[in-house]
C-alpha cells in the first residue's frame, strides 16, 4: 500500500541535522524550544569518543548529562560543512568548531593539530536522528601533547 506521507530528501535529513547541532550550540534547546533528545527516536544510538555507545534517549540523556557540564560553550561552522549525502537514511557532516571546554578554549585551527574539526555519521528517519556517530579528538584544549612526540614544540 502507497505512503501518504512523501520520502524524505537528503536536504530535509540536512536539516534535521543541523537543527539538532544549533541546539547542542544553544545548551541544549532548540530554536522552536524543544530539547536537544528531542531530536533523536526513542531507540537511537549515539557514539561519541571517549564515551562510547549510548543506546536509547535514556542513555543518550545520560552522555549529554556527562559532556554538557564540561562545556561552556560551542560554535558548529555550519558555512564549513562538507555533507556527503546518499539519498537514503545515511549522511555525513565534516565541519569545524569553536568554544570553551572547562580546560580552555580551542578553535580550529589554532593550532592547526588542535580541536575543531569533527565529523559525524548520522541516521536521519521519519524526522529523528536514529544514530549518530562522532568523530573528533575530545582533547578539546590541546592538554594531552605529552603522549605524542611530535607535539612537543620541536617540530612545528
Known sequence: MPSNQAAT?????????????????????????????????QDAQFFFPKWGL???????????????????????????????????????????????????PWHVGLPEWGAGRFCGVFEVRDDLIQRAFIYMDPDYAGQDTARYPWLDGTRH
Open 9 to 41: 530528501t537528503d536536504e530535509q535529513r540536512k536539516a534535521v541535522v543541523i537543527a539538532y547541532l544549533k541546539a547542542f550550540d544553544n545548551g541544549g534547546t532548540g530554536t522552536d524550544g524543544r530539547s536537544v533528545l528531542d531530536f533523536f527516536a
Open 54 to 104: 549510548a543506546k536509547g534517549r535514556p542513555e543518550i540523556s545520560r552522555l549529554f548529562d556527562d559532556l554538557g557540564p564540561t562545556m561552556k560553550s560551542i560554535t558548529h561552522h555550519f558555512w564549513s560543512f562538507n555533507w556527503l549525502t546518499t539519498g537514503t537514511d545515511l549522511l555525513a557532516a565534516e565541519g569545524t568548531t569553536h568554544g570553551e571546554h572547562h580546560d580552555g
